[in-house]
């Protein structure tokens, strides 16, 4: 296997194992997971098969947009690709109702003729449905057909998420895919997270959520729960709109990834440890630090054999 293969396969590998260990607490608050399981260390409950949800079908379905269309493929395209492929209230994304759920909403719009980016922008469903999470936990194969080119991989990423976002919701996304396409090429967690920031706006609020953490980590590089403290305290669910908004989640990511260290195992279990939206968190991490530390850098048996 090539090396770039190889990082492909793990970063894909790394999204579904952090997909899995965070999917039994999705939506649990950092209490809740502390007071429950203590310190985790591998799986909650045992595995014997991936079992799919809207983290991986997702980011398969909407890349098609490569193969049906052209590879470089229009955010109208990607839209298209959407309507083409979406089982009607079933999967792909949460059918929470439209100007409930961003992509539920992004899909009506679609359906009813209005195209991408259109159908995802702030202008047409308003700022808090276009900054929600799914802007980012679509987005991973983006960055993984893009080794060593976070430029690219980022103008992709803002294409395919401008279908359902917006705002900070396609600046995570941008961040998500550039990060991954930078992992190919670095063994540096830290290098990845500063080189993936130089392709969003530096004054955009996703971005200063992610400096906010690497600060406080500067400061603090030891305890990673006194750092949630931070988060909850400055960039908490109480100061964002909406079911799942993406700021809180990116400031978790940055988080998991300063703290564990490139250690993948590590990273997973941090961002599952902070709640919140537990299972895209650890999806993310999963994908940008599989990436980075290759297959030979994921324990098999922990988090490889038990989803067999």
Not at 101 to 123: C, D, F, K
Not at 185 to 203: G, H, N, Q, S, Y
């Amino acid at each position: 296997m090539s090396e770039r293969l190889n990082r492909c396969y793990a970063g894909w590998l790394g999204k579904l194992a952090g997909i899995r260990m965070g999917a039994p607490v999705e939506g649990w608050e950092y209490a809740k997971i502390k007071e429950t399981y203590g310190e985790l260390n591998g799986y909650i409950g045992d595995l014997s098969h991936f079992r799919a949800d809207d983290d991986s079908n997702g980011p398969l379905i909407f890349i098609r947009a490569m193969n049906d269309f052209s590879i470089d493929p229009t955010s109208e395209e990607i839209g298209k690709t959407w309507l083409n492929y979406t089982s009607w209230q079933h999967g792909m994304f949460w059918w929470g109702g439209y100007g409930v759920s961003t992509e539920h909403t992004a899909y009506m719009n679609l359906a009813a003729g209005i195209p991408a980016p259109r159908s995802g922008s702030i202008a047409q469903n308003g700022k808090t449905v276009a900054e929600q999470i799914g802007g980012q936990i679509f987005i991973d194969p983006w960055g993984l057909v893009c080794p060593g080119r976070p430029g690219r991989a980022a103008e992709l990423a803002r294409r395919a998420a401008g279908v359902s976002h917006d705002g900070n919701g396609i600046y995570g996304a941008m961040f998500v895919a550039a990060a991954i396409a930078v992992a190919y090429d670095e063994k540096d967690i830290k290098t990845v997270i500063r080189e993936a920031l130089k392709e969003i706006p530096e004054d955009c609020e996703y971005a200063r959520a992610v400096r906010a953490v690497a600060i406080f980590h500067e400061e603090c590089p030891e305890d990673w729960r006194e750092c949630f403290q931070y988060v909850h305290d400055n960039w908490g669910y109480d100061r964002y709109p909406g079911n799942c908004h993406i700021i809180p989640n990116a400031a978790v990511m940055a988080l998991a990834m300063y703290y564990g260290q490139g250690d993948f195992s590590r990273t997973i279990e941090i961002a599952t440890m902070c709640g919140w939206d537990t299972d895209c968190n650890a999806g993310n991490v999963g994908c940008i630090v599989g990436t980075m530390v290759g297959l030979e850098g994921i324990d098999r048996e922990k988090w490889l054999a038990p989803m067999n």
